[in-house]
């Protein structure tokens, strides 16, 4: 849980175009977008590292942005990387507060070990919920252990911390439990399939 926002300083952003961010990005810096609550959107700079750090394993990352004093709530909304190496080339954050509700797309993710036989395979592998903005999960965790071939586990299913609550129809599946060998037999006949010979 996000109770507490990752503090982050930025600094305003005055040269704009294509030519200014990447010479931002060559001092190490990302351009990013500050936006929402009726305000006009603010455009600053941030340390690059800093910023991958805090936004590392979590699409929903709440953070403390400080211009100059000025410290502000907001949750990441749109991140772009560098398609090949490591690296955060802009970023998109919606200002909230600490008392309001959000609704967000929160990954999905399995633990525990699958029961002899049993193929886990995610359905969906995001939810979206709502909840408080200091209190958004990173993931929401579903336990295959034990769980018998042929289950299909819904969004009803899901055992949410307190305070979120699903926005996706309970009825949607989320995570469906095959029958390993049903699986193989199935791909089976369309492997042998695709190796015949086209008949002359």
Do not use: C
Not at 25 to 53: A, C, N, S
Not at 114 to 131: C, D, K, Q
């Amino acid at each position: 849980m996000a109770h507490n926002a990752i503090s982050l300083k930025a600094t305003v952003r005055t040269d704009f175009g294509k030519g200014s961010a990447r010479q931002a990005r060559r001092d190490g810096l990302v351009p990013v977008v500050v936006y929402g609550h009726g305000t006009e959107p603010r455009h600053l700079l941030l340390d690059e590292h800093t910023t991958r750090l805090a936004l590392r394993g979590n699409e929903n990352a709440l953070v403390e942005l400080d211009v100059d004093g000025d410290k502000v709530l907001a949750l990441a909304k749109d991140v772009q990387r560098h398609p090949i190496r490591p690296g955060v080339q802009h970023v998109d954050f919606l200002l909230v507060n600490r008392n309001e509700r959000v609704e967000v797309e929160v990954p999905v993710v399995l633990t525990g070990e699958a029961a002899p036989g049993a193929l886990p395979m995610i359905e969906s592998a995001h939810v979206v919920v709502s909840a408080p903005a200091v209190e958004i999960p990173e993931s929401i965790e579903i336990d295959v252990t034990d769980v018998a071939p042929g289950t299909v586990i819904t969004v009803a299913d899901l055992a949410l911390p307190a305070h979120v609550e699903a926005v996706t129809d309970a009825e949607t599946g989320v995570v469906n439990v095959a029958d390993e060998a049903a699986v193989s037999t199935e791909e089976a006949p369309e492997e042998e399939a695709a190796e015949a010979p086209a008949a002359e």
